[in-house]
Nanobody, 125 residues
Framework: QVQLQESGGGSVQAGGSLRLSCAAS????????VGWFRQAPGKEREGVAV??????YYGDSVKGRFTISQDNAKNTVYLQMNGLKPEDTAMYYC????????????????????WGQGTQVTVSS
């Protein structure tokens, strides 16, 4: 059974840091696009970051603050989030699929079909 499991969410104050993990079971991240997305209440799901082999893409709102990385031995992808802001508050999801990873440079949720259940991140001011 394919499962993506996110962990590492929580509540922090503005300026703080969190590291999210996405571990796969029954599924390999090898040669797959693996992305992080987020969705705040009342808003559309937004692409945060994607990694595919040596290629990495970030959403404009997180560039310079978030870092995506991949540990192939552990079949796990991480999202290091620094300088968190209240507007980063959302449910964060990981997702994976074979390429393409982006369309016209945009990280689009519609390109991904294997999703985790999400982990909540709350940033207070």
């Amino acid at each position: 059974q394919v499962q993506l499991q996110e962990s590492g969410g929580g509540s922090v104050q503005a300026g703080g840091s969190l590291r999210l993990s996405c571990a796969a079971s029954g599924y390999t991240f090898s040669r797959k696009c693996v992305g992080w997305f987020r969705q705040a209440p009342g808003k559309e799901r937004e692409g945060v970051a994607v990694v595919y082999m040596t290629s990495i893409y970030y959403g404009d709102s997180v560039k310079g603050r978030f870092t995506i990385s991949q540990d192939n031995a552990k079949n796990t992808v991480y999202l290091q989030m620094n300088g968190l802001k209240p507007e980063d508050t959302a449910m964060y999801y990981c997702a994976a699929d074979p390429p393409p990873c982006v369309t016209d440079g945009d990280i689009r949720p519609g390109l991904f079909h294997t999703w985790g259940q999400g982990t909540q991140v709350t940033v207070s001011s």
